[in-house]
């Protein structure tokens, strides 16, 4: 190990760097220096095995190498990763099947703002409901709610 007698310590600058960027990584960096820290781990071995790399051939590899490792990482390990965006409810849907007393007439085919718990709902119907009727919510589309009566 030639390089720990103090003759070439360019493996082990590169090295460090590496350690360094991946304890960023660790701290949060969402993936973006997982690249940078395999480049410069790539250097580290090759700077050990070929000590007559100049500095700007050594940057010019490292940049390369960095590029090609983040676009490794984020096509093929981060798509792998499972995203749970599909899988949340929306808030609409949570409202099927949900119970309340109309406070105003509803005709067929109209629209009528109601507050359920913290949110504004525009409510609709196929058929006219009347003033306090037990009306139940059938289906939604985003902000609008389409409501039966209890039979």
Do not use: H
Request: some cysteine; aromatic content about 10%.
């Amino acid at each position: 190990m030639e390089w720990l007698d103090g003759s070439n310590w360019v493996p082990a600058i590169w090295l460090t760097v590496a350690i360094v960027l991946v304890i960023a990584e660790v701290l949060g960096a969402a993936g973006f220096l997982v690249g940078a820290a395999v480049a410069a781990l790539a250097l580290a071995a090759l700077t050990y095995f070929v000590t007559d790399l100049g500095l700007a051939a050594q940057i010019f590899t490292y940049a390369v190498v960095a590029v090609i490792a983040t676009l490794v990482y984020f096509r093929f390990f981060r798509a792998t990763q499972p995203s749970n965006r599909d899988t949340l409810p929306k808030r609409s849907q949570m409202m099927i099947g949900r119970r309340f007393t109309l406070g105003e007439k509803l005709a067929a085919g109209a629209e009528l703002r109601v507050q359920l718990g913290d949110s504004m709902w525009v409510v609709t119907s196929t058929r006219d409901i009347d003033r306090g009727a037990e009306v139940e919510v059938v289906d939604c589309d985003a902000m609008r709610l389409q409501v039966a009566t209890l039979d």
